[in-house]
């Protein structure tokens, strides 16, 4: 784990808490660059919430085969 991926830890344990009061699942998957390929792994997972730096983690919705969040749509 990278210095950088440790300081997502406290938003990644809130978004579990947010996900497990609404009665939902929460898997937590580290992956490179996104791709449907690496998406396509997870068929079962209805969306994808993306933590991650915003410079580094532009989407391409075209391409993309399922839902993907951004945290501050998990209200």
Known sequence: MTN??????PLIAYLRQ?????HKKAY???V????PAK????????????VACPENSLI?????????SLPSALR
């Open 4 to 9: 950088e991926s440790a300081s997502y830890l």
């Open 39 to 50: 998406l396509a792994n997870f068929a079962e997972i209805e969306c994808f919430v993306l």
């Open 18 to 22: 947010v996900l497990t009061n609404a």
């Open 28 to 30: 937590t998957i580290s």
């Open 60 to 68: 391409d919705a075209k391409v993309q085969p399922t839902s993907i």
């Open 32 to 35: 490179g660059k996104l791709n």
